[in-house]
C-alpha cells in the first residue's frame, strides 16, 4: 500500500481505512507517523496548549476474580493480601486530593466477588459528599456489578448516576477483539459488552475516555480493529473525549516473559492513534509508563494531553514501573516543548 | 514531510543539507532555538542516514573511575571530591587490575579510564596503571585519560604534552575519550570550572593527539547555564579542530544532572532538549563521522529515539559507570547486550557491534 497517498489522505483530513491504518503501523517510518499525527494535532488544536488534569486513582479493592494475564495490581478473593478501603481512608485520601487543587478523582476496583450494588451507591454517595467529580467504575467494572445485581447494564448506570458517578474511565478495554481478550482475561467482558457500556453511558449523558492496552499478545492488525470499534462508536454517540493508548508492562505479571514494548513502538501507536481517530478530539500521553522524557516527545507524535498528575497509582506500580512526576515537573515539560500547561477538567473544560 | 521542514521555517537549511552544504554558526542557532523538534530531528536523520545507513553501533565496554579526588571540584560535577572528603577514594595499581581481572570472561574489548585531577598521585601510578591493565588483559584497548588529565599529566611529567602521550601510548594508550571539554565559552569555564583546563587548552591536547595518531571523542555539558550561542560555537571549534587534524571519532552530548552538584537548583534536561542537541550536532558537525546518543546519560528510552535523530552510536553494555551515576542519572548502570541489540533492531536500524576505532566485531 503506498504510505504517500495514505498520508496525503490523511492530511487533507480524510479518514483512513483500518487496512490504511494497518500499513502506516507496519511500513510508516518514525518521521513519516511523526509529522502526521502532529499535523491533525495542530489543525484540531490551534492553540499551543497541552492539559493536565490534577486528580488521583484511588482503588476501592485489589480483590479481583478476574485473574487477568497482564495484571500485576490484583489479589485472587482466597488471598489474605487482598483488601477494601475503609470509607475513612477513601475519606483522607479525597480530602488530600482537594488540597493539592485536584479536580476528580480516577476511582477503579478489582472485579470484587460479592459486594453488591448498594456498596458502590453508598460508597458514590459518601465521595459525593466531599464535593469532588468522580470519573469511575471502568466497562468490566459495571459489567460485573450488572451481573452480580441481576440487572440490566443500563439501571446498573441509573443507579451507578443517581447516587453520584460523573463519568467513566476506559480502562479495561485492553484490546477490543474477543481472541486477545479470550487469551488474555477470559473472565472479563468481551468487546461488544465493553463498547456496549459505554454506548449506555454517553446515552445517559455521561462523558467517557477509551483505552488501549497493546504490545502482548495481539496483532497489528487488531490494535487498529480496537481503533476502528472506539471510532465506529463515537461516530454514533461522541461521547469520548480522549483516547490514551498504552503500552503493556510484563514485569510481575503471568506475561512477564513478554519483551517490553519500546519507545519507538510506542510512538508509532500513539501517532497512528491520532492519525486514525479523527473524531475524538484528544489524546493521552502516558507519562507513567514512558517517564518524562518520551512523554514530553509524544506531544509532537500525537498527543496534546498529559492525563493526570496520579497523586497515587498503584497499578502500573505493580508491573514494576515507578515513574512520578509533580504537577510542576509536568508544567516545566510541557513548557519545554514550546506549549503552555493548563489545568483542565474531565471534560476538558478549563480550570 | 519537506513541506513540513518548509512550514517549520528551515527550508534554506533543508536546502543546505541536501547538498552536503556546511552549516553557518547562525544556522547551527536557529536550529536550536526551532520549536520543532521533528523538523530538527528529520534533518539529522539525512544526514545520519548518508554518513551511516541503518547502522547503529554499540560497544563492550568497562569503565574504570580510578579515583575522585579532584582539585578542580566544579560546580556541574557531583563525582569529583576533595581528597579530605569521607567520601574520596582513589584505587591501587593493583585494585585498577582486579576490576580488569574480575571480567576477564566477558567478551570486552575497551576499557575507559577516567577519573579526578587528582593532586598527589605520580605520574609514575599512571604508567603503570596501563601497563597493569594491559599486563592483565594485553587485547584490550585502553581508552583513557580526558584531555583535562592528559595535560594534568603532562605537568606532572614535566614534559610537552606530544612527549607525555608519546609515553603513555608505549605504556598502553589507545585512544582519549571526550570528556572534560565541557562549554568551551571562558565565560562558562569561568562561572562553573575556573580550575579546569581552558577550551582552547582542551582543543591543543586533543589536536596534539592527533598529530601522533591517537583518536579521540569529544563531548559537551549541555543543560547548565550556556546559551544556545555558547554551544553552537562549542561546536564550531569542534569542527575546526577536525578540519585540521581529522582525529576525532564521535561527539558525544553530555546531558547535565543537576542533582548533588552545586548547580542543583537547576532542572534537569528534557527529552527534547537531549534530542536537540544530538540531531543539532549531527547536522553541524558535518566532518565527524560519529554521534553518539549515551544510555547512561539520556536513558535507553530516548536513546533509541535518537537513532532517528541523528545519532548512530549508543554507546555500550557500561557498567560501574559512578559519574553520571552520583548526579541522580535514572538510568541503570549496566545493560545486556542482547537489549541494546533488540531496542536497535526494534527501531529499524541494524546493530553492529564495534571496537573502539569502528572497526566491526560483529553484525547482527
Known amino acids: 500500500m503506498d504510505i504517500k497517498r495514505i498520508t496525503e489522505k490523511s492530511l487533507a483530513g480524510e479518514r483512513i481505512t483500518a487496512e490504511e491504518g494497518v500499513a502506516l503501523l507496519a511500513h510508516g517510518d518514525l518521521h513519516q507517523l511523526g509529522f502526521l499525527a502532529n499535523a491533525i494535532r495542530r489543525r484540531k488544536h490551534p492553540e499551543p496548549m497541552v492539559t493536565y488534569v490534577v486528580d488521583r486513582n484511588i482503588n476501592y479493592t485489589d480483590i479481583c476474580i478476574s485473574a487477568c494475564k497482564f495484571c500485576a495490581f490484583f489479589k485472587a478473593p482466597e488471598d489474605p493480601a487482598g483488601s477494601v478501603l475503609s470509607f475513612a481512608e477513601l475519606g483522607e485520601k479525597i480530602e488530600e486530593t482537594k488540597a493539592l487543587g485536584g479536580t476528580q478523582i480516577l476511582l477503579q476496583g478489582g472485579l470484587h466477588p460479592d459486594k453488591p450494588l448498594e456498596f458502590y451507591e453508598e460508597m458514590l454517595r459518601f465521595i459525593k459528599g466531599h464535593g469532588i467529580h468522580i470519573h469511575g467504575f471502568s466497562p468490566p467494572e459495571v459489567c460485573h ?126 501517532a497512528l492513534s491520532r492519525i486514525f481517530l479523527d473524531n475524538i478530539d484528544n489524546i493521552q500521553a502516558s507519562w507513567v509508563t514512558q517517564g518524562p522524557k518520551i512523554a514530553q516527545l509524544s506531544l509532537f507524535f500525537g498527543a496534546n494531553d498529559f492525563g493526570s498528575t496520579m497523586i497515587e497509582e498503584n497499578v502500573v506500580a505493580a508491573a514494576g514501573v515507578g515513574f512520578r512526576l509533580s504537577e510542576q515537573e509536568i508544567r516545566t515539560l510541557v513548557e519545554g516543548a514550546g506549549c503552555v500547561p493548563r489545568q483542565r477538567r474531565m471534560d476538558y473544560t478549563l480550570v | 514531510m519537506e513541506q513540513m521542514v518548509v512550514a517549520a521555517g528551515l527550508g534554506d537549511i533543508l536546502e543546505k543539507v541536501r547538498a552536503g552544504e556546511r552549516l553557518s554558526v547562525a544556522d547551527g542557532v536557529r536550529l536550536y532555538k526551532t520549536n520543532d ?62 576490576k580488569v581481572r574480575e571480567r576477564l570472561a566477558e567478551p570486552i574489548t575497551e576499557v575507559h579510564v577516567v577519573g579526578g585531577i587528582h593532586p598527589d598521585l605520580p605520574y609514575q601510578y599512571y604508567l603503570d596503571m596501563l601497563r597493569g591493565i594491559k599486563e592483565v588483559r594485553p587485547e584490550i584497548h585502553i581508552q583513557a585519560f580526558t584531555c583535562v588529565e592528559i595535560a594534568h599529566l603532562a605537568g606532572l611529567a614535566g614534559k610537552s604534552v606530544p612527549e607525555t602521550l608519546k609515553e603513555l601510548v608505549v605504556a598502553g594508550l589507545g585512544s582519549i575519550p571526550g570528556g572534560g571539554a565541557e562549554v568551551f565559552s571562558p565565560r562558562i569555564r569561568q562561572r562553573t570550572c575556573e580550575k579546569k583546563l581552558s577550551g582552547e587548552g582542551w582543543l591543543e591536547v586533543a589536536k596534539a593527539a592527533h598529530r601522533i595518531g591517537l583518536k579521540s571523542n569529544a563531548t559537551m555539558l549541555y543543560g547548565h547555564i550556556e546559551t544556545m550561542e555558547e554551544r553552537v560555537e562549542h561546536l564550531a571549534a569542534l569542527r575546526e579542530a577536525q578540519d585540521e587534524t581529522g582525529g576525532f571519532l564521535t561527539f558525544i552530548p553530555l546531558a547535565f544532572h543537576p542533582k548533588n552538584t552545586e548547580l542543583h537548583e537547576l532542572a534537569k534536561t528534557t527529552g527534547i532538549d537531549d534530542l536537540k542537541n544530538i540531531a543539532v550536532a549531527r547536522c553541524f558537525l558535518d566532518n565527524f563521522p560519529h554521534i553518539k546518543a549515551y544510555w547512561v546519560m539520556i536513558g535507553p528510552k530516548l536513546a533509541q529515539i535518537a537513532l532517528s535523530f541523528g545519532a548512530d552510536d549508543v554507546d555500550g553494555t557500561v557498567k560501574e559507570e559512578l559519574i553520571t551515576h552520583m548526579a541522580g542519572g535514572e538510568a541503570g548502570g549496566a545493560m545486556a547486550d542482547t537489549e541494546l541489540i533488540r531496542l536497535i533492531r526494534d527501531a529499524g536500524r541494524q546493530p553492529v557491534e564495534r571496537d573502539t576505532l569502528y572497526n566491526v566485531i560483529k553484525e547482527y
Request: with cysteine; charged share 20%.
Open chain 2, 37 to 98: 523538534i521533528l523538523a530538527v530531528g528529520y534533518l539529522a536523520n539525512l544526514v545520519r542516514e548518508r554518513l551511516n545507513g541503518d547502522r547503529a553501533y554499540f560497544i563492550y565496554n568497562q569503565h574504570i573511575n580510578y579515583s575522585n579526588i579532584c582539585t578542580n571540584l566544579c560546580k556541574f560535577c557531583a563525582f569529583g571530591k576533595d581528597k579530605e572528603s569521607p567520601q574520596a577514594y582513589e584505587m591501587t595499581v593493583e585494585q585498577v587490575k582486579a
Open chain 1, 145 to 270: 456489578f450488572a451481573t452480580l445485581s441481576s440487572l440490566p447494564v443500563r439501571e446498573v448506570l441509573v443507579r451507578l448516576q443517581q447516587a453520584g458517578l460523573d463519568s467513566i474511565p476506559g480502562g479495561g478495554a485492553e484490546i477490543l477483539c474477543d481472541r486477545v481478550r479470550q487469551e488474555t482475561a477470559p473472565r472479563k467482558c468481551l468487546t461488544d459488552a465493553w463498547l456496549g457500556v459505554m454506548e449506555e453511558a454517553h446515552g445517559l449523558g455521561m462523558r467517557t475516555t477509551a483505552t488501549m492496552m497493546f504490545g502482548h499478545l495481539e496483532t497489528q492488525a487488531e490494535r487498529v480493529e480496537h481503533l476502528a470499534r472506539v471510532r465506529d462508536l463515537q461516530d454514533k454517540t461522541g461521547g469520548f473525549t480522549a483516547f490514551i493508548p498504552w503500552p503493556f508492562q510484563p514485569d510481575n505479571t503471568a506475561l512477564a516473559h513478554l519483551p517490553k514494548t519500546t519507545a519507538f513502538q510506542y510512538l508509532k501507536m500513539l
